[in-house]
C-alpha cells in the first residue's frame, strides 16, 4: 500500500479526500477509480510524463471540469455534489501556469482584485495587505508595472501574490516552473517552501520538474496513461527505491542518465 508520509502519523487533519474520481473529455477518460488524501501543511507534486492526468486532476480539484463519477471533499465540503461554495473558493488559492494576470491591470491592481471582489475593505486597508503580499514574494518594488513589463519570474510571484492575497491555508499550483530558467525556478521553489514552513500552506503542485519534485515535495502521487491512476504514491525517497515499477524508476532516474552520459560518475 502506498505511503501517506508523516502528516496522517501525527494526526494532521484531512484537506482533501479524493474517493474512486474518474474524469475524462466526452467519451474519452482519462483517470479512472482515483483514491488519495492531503493532509494539513503537506506538499505534494502531482507528477508524471505527458498525458497522464495531471492537467485533468487539477481541473477536478479546483471546479474547472466536473467529474464523471467519485467524490472530492476539500475541507470537509464535498464539491463534486455540493459545488465549490463561496466559503471553500476563498479557502483556497491558485497559482496558474501562464500565471493568470490581467494585461490590462498592474501587479498592484491584479493582486487586489480579489480583495475588492470579495471583501467590502476600505481601499487604505486593501493597499497595505496587496504590498504586504507583494513583500512576501519580493515584488513590491513592481507594484505599478504592467505584465508586459514583467519578466516571466516576476509574472509567476505576482500570481503568487495574488493567489495569496485573501490567505488561502490551501494553494494549488499548475506547472509553476514551466518556462523559467533553473535560477529563477529555484527562487520559486524556495518562496514555496517558505509560505508552507512559515504560514502552514497545504500545497498541490502539479509539475515535472524533477529538481523541483526532489526539493519540495513532502510526497508524491505518480500518475500513468496507461493505468489511467495513480501508478505510485510516496516520498521521493521510496520512489526511489528499485522495487517500483519501471515506469517510476526511469522518471526519477532522468538525472543519473544524463550524469553518465555526459561523462560523470552516476550516482
Known amino acids: 500500500m502506498p505511503s501517506t508520509g508523516n502528516f496522517m502519523n501525527e494526526n494532521h487533519s484531512e484537506v482533501i479526500k479524493v474517493s474512486n474520481l474518474s474524469a475524462g473529455y466526452g467519451n474519452e477518460v482519462v483517470l479512472r477509480n482515483v483514491s488519495f488524501s492531503i493532509f494539513e501543511s503537506e506538499i505534494v507534486t502531482i507528477l508524471g510524463t505527458s498525458g497522464c492526468g495531471k492537467s485533468t486532476l487539477l481541473k477536478c480539484l479546483v471546479g474547472l471540469l466536473e467529474p464523471i463519477s467519485g467524490n472530492i471533499l476539500i475541507f470537509g465540503h464535498d464539491v463534486v455534489k455540493a459545488g465549490f461554495t463561496n466559503e471553500v473558493r476563498l479557502k483556497t488559492g491558485v497559482l496558474f501556469q501562464a500565471s493568470g494576470l490581467i494585461g490590462s491591470f498592474s501587479v498592484f491592481d491584479n493582486v487586489a482584485l480579489p480583495l475588492r471582489e470579495n471583501?467590502?475593505?476600505?481601499?487604505?486597508?486593501?493597499?497595505?495587505?496587496?504590498?504586504?503580499?507583494?513583500?512576501?514574494?519580493?515584488?513590491?518594488d513592481a507594484a505599478r508595472l504592467m505584465p508586459s513589463e514583467l519578466s516571466g519570474g516576476m509574472k509567476k510571484r505576482a500570481g503568487l501574490a495574488r493567489a495569496l492575497v485573501l490567505d488561502p491555508p490551501l494553494l494549488f499550483c499548475d506547472e509553476p516552473l514551466a518556462g523559467l530558467d533553473p535560477v529563477t525556478a529555484s527562487e520559486i521553489d524556495e518562496l514555496l517552501l517558505?509560505?508552507?514552513?512559515?504560514?502552514?500552506?497545504?500545497?498541490?503542485?502539479?509539475?515535472?520538474?524533477?529538481?523541483?519534485?526532489?526539493?519540495?515535495?513532502?510526497?508524491?502521487?505518480?500518475?500513468?496513461?496507461?493505468?489511467?491512476?495513480?501508478?505510485?504514491?510516496?516520498?521521493v525517497e521510496e520512489l526511489k527505491k528499485p522495487d517500483q515499477p519501471l515506469k517510476v524508476r526511469n522518471f526519477f532516474g532522468r538525472h543519473e542518465k544524463i550524469k553518465s552520459k555526459n561523462g560523470e560518475k552516476s550516482v
Not at 475593505?121 to 513583500?135: C, F, H, T
Open 119 to 140: 471583501t467590502n475593505w476600505p481601499e487604505s486597508w486593501i493597499r497595505d495587505l496587496v504590498y504586504l503580499k507583494l513583500e512576501m514574494v519580493r515584488l513590491a
Open 194 to 235: 517558505e509560505l508552507n514552513q512559515n504560514l502552514n500552506i497545504t500545497l498541490v503542485v502539479v509539475t515535472h520538474e524533477l529538481a523541483s519534485i526532489e526539493r519540495i515535495s513532502d510526497r508524491c502521487i505518480m500518475l500513468d496513461q496507461d493505468v489511467k491512476g495513480i501508478l505510485a504514491m510516496g516520498t
